[in-house]
């Protein structure tokens, strides 16, 4: 299973498929087995990267804005200049924060059983 080094932090991950890739963000309680079935589905076209929140951190310090910059220390450490990010449930908040942070790390962004992110002052 390969992981990737996010701080002091070892984040699990799958890594299936080869073309564009597409990474999907888990729900606080989910994990990446939760798209097992998007990754059978997908991977014969595209790279399907599914990561466990790094909400394993135990601190009560954790933001919408530190999961988002997390998510973006984890496509530098696997090496994605962009991708497609696709959220679900909490972690389309996580997804929206990283694409309006990062336009230009955004394929696209795609959200399931989530909210509109509330404004922000930046």
């Not at 799958?14 to 890739?21: A, H, V």
């Not at 998510?71 to 994605?80: A, D, M, Q, T, V």
């Not at 909490?90 to 955004?106: E, H």
Request: proline fraction near 7%; include cysteine; aromatic fraction near 10%.
């Amino acid at each position: 299973m390969p992981f990737a080094k996010i701080d002091a932090l070892h984040t699990v991950y799958e890594d299936n498929g080869n073309g564009l890739p597409i990474v999907f963000v888990p729900s606080i309680t989910g994990s990446r087995n939760w798209f097992i079935y998007q990754t059978r589905g997908l991977s014969n076209k595209y790279r399907v990267i599914c990561p466990e929140i790094p909400c394993a951190r135990k601190t009560t310090n954790i933001t919408i804005d530190s999961l988002a910059e997390d998510l973006g220390k984890f496509l530098s450490e696997i090496r994605l200049g962009s991708a497609v990010i696709v959220g679900h449930g909490f972690g389309g908040l996580i997804a929206q924060r990283f694409a309006a942070l990062n336009p230009s790390k955004t394929e696209a962004l795609v959200l399931i059983s989530t909210f509109k992110q509330p404004p922000t002052d930046n």
